[in-house]
């Protein structure tokens, strides 16, 4: 019989969630006691009304990296405290934040709880994160985190059952007296990767896969878990099920601090893949993320898809996955600062685009409305209607599928798409943690800039007499064309008269600091540019970007920390 405690706390005032859940680092929720469980009662509060917690079922589940497993124990303990009658956690803590998304709606829960930081560092000194995904199991809406938002900062007190233990490493059912009227609270262990796995059967074709991977033209691949939760599903799914040789498949064993690396998909954080493809020994190469939505994909000898292309040529050949020849296509939707690429396609194919701000809970929305099938954000997020988030071992067998199809390699698929399509050259410009104050009186001056009325038709000359007129400049505004709902501030658009575009954001998902990010992007059908090198082609456009935003006088930094 465990008994229930209500114990007295202040509000913290900073835990406003961002465009993926709170993220802070480790050491302020270690420093600062309460901090977790003001949240956590915050997120549960919002959840579900106290009369219906009983039925209500809560899935739970992380990327694997350090704290997570002294979370989840909490949140067990505040769950059966706050009458939550069912929770069904991943073995080990571990669960994918697409599978997360996938076990939500297969058995219908409330939503929820996933530990993680994304591409963020793990480790001590690392980064911790806590998302809360609704009943559609996709990321909670605005709506919802501003509620949690406002009972963090009026909470004082939560409920916890601090004597609960749960054994995380065996599959099954077990069940815990509570010293009240509540039922015993249930509390399965599900295996991580198998309702995954089922899922993504019934949308591709497995037996293909299989020959691609297996058969006597065996296609050879390099996938790189970076340590984060990928690992199990990589060798279950790729190498058990689809054949791909076991040692394929690397860094495939979670760790809480991602085995001292930023677990991120890029070609500055998975610079091993890109130089293990470099070497011509493989034909296919995939990168994950810490928590399995985000993607980077591969061609041989290195050859590198942007992400904002990838969506795209997924677009073009979408029905050669099985699941879209039974569904059809309703819509394609990219974030706001990704390239123009994907409205190509959808012009070609009459497909309806929409343009939405950055954040994964926007496509959500039009997906629960039937309007979208396939979307992208060019920060290697990739994803479709069959779960409510990006999905990035989705988006690798999207491309085998293309590839099982086509019998090409990466970089003819990519190449004959741009000689169909044109080529959006695209950059991303990322500095990391940048003072705050510094970061948001950069945005604030720029937009100074920008909102006098003789900005728009303003000429920037640069090298060689290239010149780039100024047609419209604005900070972008979202009309949801679900529910009416308008998200402002979503980025501060320099568009140009040829088309060209200029974004500059502050994200939303570091933990210390700001990050502020510089989109570049350029449209070319001219068949003697388009397999030009993305920086020289860009070259212009990037020089108007540092010296409009004043971005390395004003940090004293004299380069991006990454470059996309």
């Known amino acids: 019989m465990s008994r229930i405690l209500a114990v007295k706390t202040t509000p913290f005032g900073d835990q406003k969630p961002g465009t993926s859940g709170l993220r802070k680092r480790v050491s302020v929720f270690q420093s600062q006691p309460h901090y977790a469980e003001n949240f956590i009662q915050s997120i549960l509060s919002a959840a579900v009304e106290p009369t219906e917690r009983q039925c209500a079922v809560l899935v739970v589940g992380g990327d694997g990296r350090f704290y997570n497993k002294h979370v989840i124990q909490l949140i067990i303990q505040m769950a059966a405290a706050n009458g939550i009658g ?90 815990f007296d509570l010293e009240n009227k509540f039922k015993p609270l249930t509390v ?173 809970k926007f496509f959500g929305n039009l997906m629960d409305a039937n309007k979208l099938s396939l979307c992208g954000e060019e920060s290697f997020g990739t994803g479709s209607d069959h779960i409510r988030e990006k999905d990035g071992l989705w988006a690798v067998l999207a491309w085998l599928s293309i590839i099982a199809k086509r019998k090409q390699s990466v970089e003819t698929i990519m190449q004959e798409h741009w000689q169909k399509f044109g080529r959006n050259f695209f950059t991303r410009y990322d500095y990391e943690e940048v003072d705050a104050a510094a970061a948001a009186k950069i945005i604030t001056n720029l937009e100074t800039i920008m909102s006098d009325r003789a900005f728009a038709g303003h000429k920037f000359t640069v090298c060689e007499g290239e010149e780039y007129t100024v047609d419209k400049a604005d900070n972008f505004e979202y009309c949801d064309p679900v529910d009416g709902s308008i998200s402002r501030n979503q980025g501060l658009r320099i568009i140009f008269t040829d088309g060209s575009r200029l974004i500059f954001r502050l994200s939303g998902t570091g933990s210390a600091g700001a990050t502020i990010r510089i989109y570049i992007d350029s449209y070319y059908k001219d068949a003697c540019k388009i397999f030009k090198d993305p920086q020289a082609m860009l070259a212009p456009l990037i020089k108007i970007a540092l010296k409009v935003s004043q971005i390395h006088e004003r940090t004293g930094r004299s380069r991006p920390t990454v470059i996309t």
């Open 86 to 175: 069912r929770l069904v956690i991943g073995q080990n803590g571990i669960l994918s934040t697409p599978a997360v998304s996938c076990i939500i709606r297969k058995i219908k829960a409330i939503g929820g709880i996933i530990l993680t930081a994304s591409h963020n560092p793990g480790g001590p000194d690392g980064d911790f994160g806590i998302k809360y995904n609704i009943s559609s199991g996709g990321p909670a809406p605005e709506a919802v985190t501003e509620k949690i938002f406002q009972l963090s900062k009026t909470i004082e007190e939560y409920a916890i059952c601090p004597d609960l233990k749960v054994d995380l490493t065996t599959i099954g059912k077990q069940q």
């Open 188 to 360: 399965e262990i599900v295996d991580s990767v198998e309702a995954y796995t089922c899922m993504l059967r019934s949308i591709f074709d497995f037996s293909a896969l299989k020959e691609l991977l297996s058969g006597p033209n065996q296609l050879k691949v390099r996938l790189d878990a970076m340590h984060g939760v990928m690992g199990p599903y990589v060798k279950k799914i790729l190498c058990e099920e689809l054949g791909a040789p076991a040692n394929s498949a690397v860094n495939c064993i979670p760790l809480e601090d991602f085995g001292g690396h930023h677990p991120d998909p890029n070609l500055t954080y998975a610079a091993d893949l890109v130089e293990a493809m470099q070497t011509g020994d493989y034909d296919f190469g995939a990168a994950f993320d810490g928590d399995g939505d985000r993607n980077m994909i591969l061609g041989k000898h290195g050859f590198f898809v942007n992400p904002s292309d990838s969506v795209a040529v997924i677009a073009a050949n979408i029905f050669t996955i099985p699941y879209f020849q039974q569904t059809g296509v309703r819509g394609f939707a990219r974030s706001m600062p990704t390239s123009g690429a994907l409205d190509r396609v959808a012009k070609a194919t009459k497909i309806a685009l929409y343009e939405t701000p950055t954040g994964w």
